[in-house]
């Protein structure tokens, strides 16, 4: 599996048996209360019960476990603050090998514990793009460790696509599946195993209006980048890639935008309704169910739950 | 089944099968974040996910399906303003008749808002417990509704001991169940399914410091009446009953309590790593595991978490 191809369905299937004995198959629940609020009969497949909180794990775990013998021993290497941080450290751990993670040095000490705490050794960079990749430069040139890109990666895709394999086997003859989308390594993933698995099974991609890259992308026909994006879905804020673009392009039918009113009522309703914790990024899909009732009403509808790492203390809805 | 005896093997066999169609089976999940921290093997039975967010559903519907047809034409009655009343409510509705509920007049607008959503009707009475007995005494007279006692009840008993019987049902080998204990319905009730199914699990009581009256009863030999509990547990306030208190006095090993400090801590680390909403009374057991943790160490333990009904916008470790 080169890095930068389309994953092909056996590649799915492969990260699938690959990853399968290191992440969680996640539970799939349905919630009467959200049904009847969003008039859909909605499946969420809960990745935040996915190791490290997220359905990067897998992705993650698949990239890791990819690699060669003589790779591995070199370690693998990122930059990130978020879900992907945390996820590369865990994977490389599995396999007793280092994952050197690139953040800047004003993260949140949050973050920086948590990938410290699943054993990455963190390199600090300025806060800036510039020095972010010339770090990562550095130490893999230093190291010989392999870059895990966050979304950009064959091996990242088919990992994520798995979520929604796992969807499919369980829940028959879904009208739609719908993922948030932030690189769109989600996304992509979610769209290929849908035409894969179930091609008569629409997919969505769900986005805050205050980060709508990837929704004009799709509708312009270039990559556009995300610039000042403005969204409390901090998982969502990055643009799409050069691989995950023209598959969202050919295998999705359409990117629905948000607003942030909406994205904090839907996460409030999961947490109060379905009794789970979601973080914002994760709620954004049931909220363009709220907010485009019109193409979902009657519908069967699967939504991946991206994740639920979210700060309790600091909660949308308590001034 | 008579309202005031001790339920058989038969009676709860018989309740699992009658409320089958009406309940959640709901799922058991594990969390290795949450065995690292506390050192023990848990398997949480999650109660949360109940159909009105908490185990109380089980019991009602027993109570309410088990009435003859006569007795189901006139209603039911209760007095509560927690999980019982919206458990009650539901299940009356399920079988097309009424529930009147009583409620003190100052009862907080969002509970007595749930009750009405699911279309009990509300009697209010001055917040006494003499006022309330009486305005119940009379609805009950005046509508020949039949009394559903909140836990000192049979049929709510074997309802609340389903929850038991399916974890013993998908989980081998148990050392040890717990769960919390206010009135005693839900102990009682996971006492005697675990000495019917699986005579060799121990059973422990988990229960705040603050509200300790179901440890001196158990440990005095009689009840001792709960007065002016305080804790954040707002469902483990009241005392056992004349029925509860000698089944768990037969059937439970000991009663464990634990510091208010200690059910904040056990309800967020529940939520930051377990991904799961669960209210200050359904973290109980999980305080007591880690609290006790010399009991429970290296142990196989499953744990009922009652019941997942919180104000989110009010959240003890918020200030």
Redesign the interface.
Known sequence: MESKQIPSLEDIQKAAKRIGRYIHRT?I?TC?SLNDISGTDIYFKCE??Q?V?AFKFRGATNAVLSLSENELAKGVATHSSGNHAQALALAARNRDTKAYIVMPKNAPSVKIDAVKGYGGEIIFCEPTLQAREETLDKIVKKTGATFIHPYNDTRIIAGQATAAMELIEEIDGLDIIMAPVGGGGLLSGTSLATAYFSSGTKVFGAEPAGADDACRSLHSGEIVPSINPKTIADGLLTSLGSLTYPIIKKYVSDILTVSEENIILAM?LI??RG???VEPSGAVPFAVALQHQDKFAGKKVGIIISG?NVD??N?P??K
Request: aromatic residues 16%; hydrophobic residues 45%.
């Open positions: 539970p629940i009467s935040n019960f190791k909180g409030k947490w109060e009794k789970i914790i639920g309790i203390k909660l809805w308590i």
